[in-house]
């Protein structure tokens, strides 16, 4: 054992404890005794998941310097990337190329890197190139080699996708027997494809996994299956059987002899087991027990944190569900999720409430416990929020009882109509005109609901250059006397969220845009660049959607995103809530500034957090509809 290891172990278990701060204190300490690279390794993943480019930098070359090879290079190539050292980056990934001894996996890494960093300067077709030299890198693997490298292969699958290269990659696959599996890469180019391509049905995926699963059974499939399951509305008996199959699974995964897996795959069973759980009273503890097993693994899952701190505020333990959102904001210090739990601990009422608000600001910002500082207006915030979300939830709950009614309503006036046109006279012209009237309000009303749901995105990368092409592209087709361009900066990074909640965000914003220059055929102009993020970190991208239509008067700027209210004769008014919400389940920020006779400019702000990207999977959910 090495002399190190003790303090190696004390780094790893303050890290599971999300103490990151204490965590880099005991491993530095080994760092400079232990002559071996693995220190430096570990702090340099540390640094990573807390968006410290520079000083993940720093770690990877004292790696690289200890022990070089393809290892340390691909991690100093992902520091650099994320610090938008896009030179060194490429040369760090270049010589993992060149290195001896250097596996598919190893060069289908690098080669995802290089594409990264060519997209960084809008290089689209070295990027697609190089996510292709991916894909080429990793076909001569077999299935078995291919399954434990699931994540990498849906990050390849991802990138030749977003290039546009989806169906081609596929087609370049040998094709599979008849009923037989496309295997592990067919599978993750199918589930990537599905996210833009409607044809690529839920079935069609699910037959594939079923028939991989059968071929070469592995955790990682099986994980996949059920993850899509649980996607769909289960009965209970289907639920039981789901959460039976997870928990079997979860204990195979946690006890991976062969050490295949990785530790990120080894979490995902235990979060899954707990997103099965977690909606039944009944599974409660179950589901805090699979949380808590999963952040053990991966403790710097700031939703899975979250999601705990729910269930243990749901049950009362305030002092554990505290400990969760301390966890989550020494990682992270803005996430809102964390703010809004926060604000649900706080009583006024209690003579404990300056300790509490002393604990949560101490974690998101050492030492700000006796002075707030600028932590202070997020707990503000997050605590009008939560109010608001109560009101909008019982709003949404009664909503329901409604949008039945009139649903009801509508079938009842289309019945009568069909008996009226048999008997002739104008009774069916004016029950004609109820329904349409009743199924006008039916859709209006569906749509104000929908405004009131909070947004639950799916995590994935999402290049926001061609995203907002294809807006763009389709807003300008509904309003095609209004001139719409887009100007880019370079090196735009990607942004993490979910695809189609943010086209459909930006899509109301772009639309609304349009719609207010169709008169006069004004122009619009979409600028999209990448800003420096308050006190370092990975950078933010900003969206600045501006036009020169009538404007907004200044009293209703305010009021702009409340369900319902709309400055258009014809506007349902659920536009910009909606695309308030999904920026705000991104822990973004959208802003509006305008003017009676001078236009409109809204301000849309995204996290991109590259340095933590390779960290979480899934395929984003479809969320469809505008105003």
């Not at 071996?36 to 640094?47: C, D, K, M, Q, S």
């Not at 909008?392 to 009614?405: F, I, M, S, T």
Request: hydrophobic fraction near 45%; glycine fraction near 10%.
């Amino acid at each position: 054992m090495s002399s190190t290891q003790p303090l190696q172990d004390l780094g790893e278990r303050y890290w599971a404890l999300g103490l990151p701060a204490a965590a880099t204190s005991a491993l530095a300490r080994a760092l400079a005794i232990e002559p071996g690279p693995e220190p430096a390794i570990r702090l340099t993943e540390i640094a990573m998941a807390q968006g410290e480019s520079a000083v993940a930098k720093r770690y990877a070359a004292i790696a690289v310097e200890r022990a070089p090879g393809p290892q340390t290079r691909l991690l100093l190539g992902a520091a650099l990337l994320a610090g938008g050292e896009l030179t060194g980056a490429r040369r760090a990934f270049s010589a993992v190329l060149d290195a001896r001894g250097v596996t598919p996996a190893q060069r289908a890494r690098a080669h995802v890197g290089l594409s990264r960093a060519a997209a960084q300067v809008g290089d689209a077709p070295g990027a697609s190139a190089q996510a292709g030299a991916a894909l080429e890198a990793l076909v001569p693997l077999g299935p078995e080699a291919l399954a434990v490298e699931l994540p990498l292969i849906e990050e390849v699958a991802a990138l030749l996708v977003g290039h546009g290269r989806g169906a081609e990659a596929l087609a370049s696959l040998p094709p599979p027997a008849p009923g037989g599996s496309p295997g592990p890469l067919g599978i993750a180019l199918l589930m990537a494809r599905a996210t833009t391509e409607s044809s690529i049905s839920d079935a069609a995926i699910e037959a594939a996994l079923a028939a991989e699963e059968a071929a070469r059974p592995t955790p990682a499939i099986a994980m996949r299956r059920l993850e899509r399951r649980l996607r769909r509305r289960l009965s209970d008996d289907e639920r039981t059987a789901t959460i039976a199959e997870l928990e079997g699974l979860a204990e195979a995964v946690l006890s991976d002899a062969g050490g295949r897996l990785e530790v990120a795959e080894r979490a995902r069973a235990w979060f899954l087991l707990a997103k099965a759980c977690e909606d039944d009273p009944q599974r409660g503890a179950r589901a805090m027990d699979s949380y808590r097993r999963g952040l053990a693994l991966q403790p710097g899952h700031v939703e899975a944190a979250c999601r705990l701190a729910l269930l243990l505020l749901a049950r009362g333990d305030a002092e554990a569900a505290l400990g969760e959102i301390e966890r989550v904001l020494r990682v992270d210090h803005a996430h809102g999720t964390a703010w809004r739990n926060a604000a649900r601990l706080l009583d006024v009422q209690s003579p404990t409430v300056a300790a509490v608000v002393g604990r949560i600001l101490d974690a998101a910002a050492p030492g700000a416990g006796r002075a707030a500082g600028s932590v202070a207006p997020h707990l503000l915030t997050a605590t009008v929020e939560v109010v608001r979300h109560d009101v909008l939830a019982g709003v949404y709950a009664h909503g329901h009882r409604v949008k039945n009614l009139l649903g009801i309503i509508g079938a009842r006036a289309r019945s009568a109509r069909k008996l009226a046109q048999e008997q002739g006279g104008d009774v069916a012209d004016r029950l004609r005109d109820l329904e349409s009237d009743v199924t006008s309000l039916y859709e209006e009303w569906a749509l104000y609901l929908r405004s009131m749901q909070e947004q639950t995105p799916t995590v994935e990368r999402v290049p926001l250059g061609p995203l907002m092409l294809e807006v763009v592209a389709a807003a300008g087709a509904r309003n095609q006397h209004v001139p719409i361009t887009i100007e880019q900066a370079a090196g735009l990074p990607d942004v993490r969220g979910d695809r189609m909640l943010l086209r459909e965000a930006l899509m109301n914003v772009v639309s609304n845009a349009a719609e207010a220059c169709a008169a006069t055929s004004s122009d619009v102009t979409v600028r999209l660049r990448s800003i420096a993020a308050a006190g370092g970190g990975a950078p933010l991208v900003e969206i600045e959607i501006a036009d020169r239509g009538p404007g907004i008067a200044r009293a209703h700027l305010g009021r702009l995103f409340v369900p319902g209210f709309t400055t258009k004769e014809t506007g349902s008014g659920v536009g910009l809530a909606i695309a308030e919400r999904v920026i705000t389940a991104h822990h973004g920020r959208i802003s509006v500034d305008s003017a009676e006779g001078q236009g409109t400019t809204v301000i849309i702000t995204l996290p991109t957090d590259v340095s933590v990207l390779s960290a979480l999977g899934g395929i984003a959910a479809s969320a469809g509809g505008r105003s």
